[in-house]
């Protein structure tokens, strides 16, 4: 079933273009990683600690006028080999709510790509596993999802960005929902083919089609609109702090093969 998003600037994470040289400015502040560094190798990260050399906690902005709420580190705690990402009501100058992102400095190539994740529920809000490379880094706008709509748990959105063009989305059903129980998010990114799964089930698969090429960040984060209601569902205020929560998440390069227990790497070796 084709993906209903709409087409936000033709991306929702990424800024307006009238924003583009704040953005821009921004980066460099940050210090993301040039095109010309080294590629992220093979890891899996179990949150035992929050390891500052992988991961950068976005604080301080929002992607666009669509988005409600604010990027900012207190949305985003680690404890007990978690890390939670929140959406609480906790008004900064500009937002009436605050958010959590986490994003690797680092960026990955083609490689399987998992996360064990469970979601909140709430209409209005977006929980998301994906990779991205854009403008704001310097770069054309690729992308990879996975994205739960918690205003339906019961399903998952899968997408991919070329150039910034949408291609290849689809919505599919969740094996159990999003919210029940925590879900191995997984996908395979080849040359000429991508796969995604849930749980080591295959849910999508494209080949032979027009795919991402550029290597890209990894990123998680949980947000909310007042505007995409077509696509989230309305904005219901949240009568409590929402979360993300985010048991581990690994890399795994081309011919490693199964690394660790869960990963659907394994899955895919005994079949």
């Known amino acids: 079933m084709a993906c209903k998003r709409p087409k936000i600037a033709l991306r929702l994470r990424q800024a307006a273009a009238g924003l583009a040289a704040a953005a821009t400015a921004l980066a460099l502040t940050m210090g993301f990683a040039s095109s010309a560094e080294p590629l992220g190798a093979s890891f899996k990260d179990d949150f035992t600690t929050f390891d500052t050399q992988r991961w950068y906690v976005s604080d301080g902005w929002s992607n666009g006028a669509h988005q409600n709420c604010q990027w900012s580190a207190s949305a985003v705690t680690q404890a007990a080999g978690q890390v939670m990402l929140a959406f609480v009501q906790d ?8 958010c959590g992102e986490i994003q690797t400095n680092q960026r990955f190539g083609y490689g399987t790509y998992e996360a064990r ?4 529920d709430g209409s209005g809000l977006n929980a998301a596993f994906f990779t991205y490379i854009g403008p704001v880094h310097g770069e054309r706008h690729d992308e990879i999802d996975f994205e739960i709509l918690t205003a339906n748990v019961n ?5 991919t960005y070329v150039d910034g063009q949408p291609q290849h989305g689809a919505v599919q059903p969740m094996p159990r929902a999003a919210n029940a129980a925590f879900h191995v998010y997984s996908f395979v990114w080849e040359p000429g083919r991508l796969r995604w ?10 080949e032979h089609a027009v795919l991402p090429e550029r290597p890209q ?3 998680l984060s949980l947000w909310g609109t007042d505007t ?6 309305p904005f219901v205020p949240p009568d409590r702090p929402k979360q993300m929560e985010i048991d581990w998440v690994a890399f795994t390069a081309p011919g490693e093969g199964c690394a660790f227990d869960g990963s659907v790497l394994c899955s895919l070796a005994a079949n």
């Not at 799964?197 to 494209?206: R, W």
């Open 91 to 98: 008004p900064t100058p500009t937002h009436a709510y605050r």
């Open 117 to 120: 994740i469970k979601t909140d």
């Open 155 to 159: 399903e998952v959105t899968v997408n």
């Open 197 to 206: 799964f849930v749980d080591g089930k295959l849910i999508h698969a494209v």
């Open 217 to 219: 960040k990894i990123y």
């Open 228 to 233: 995409l209601t077509d696509w989230m569902g």
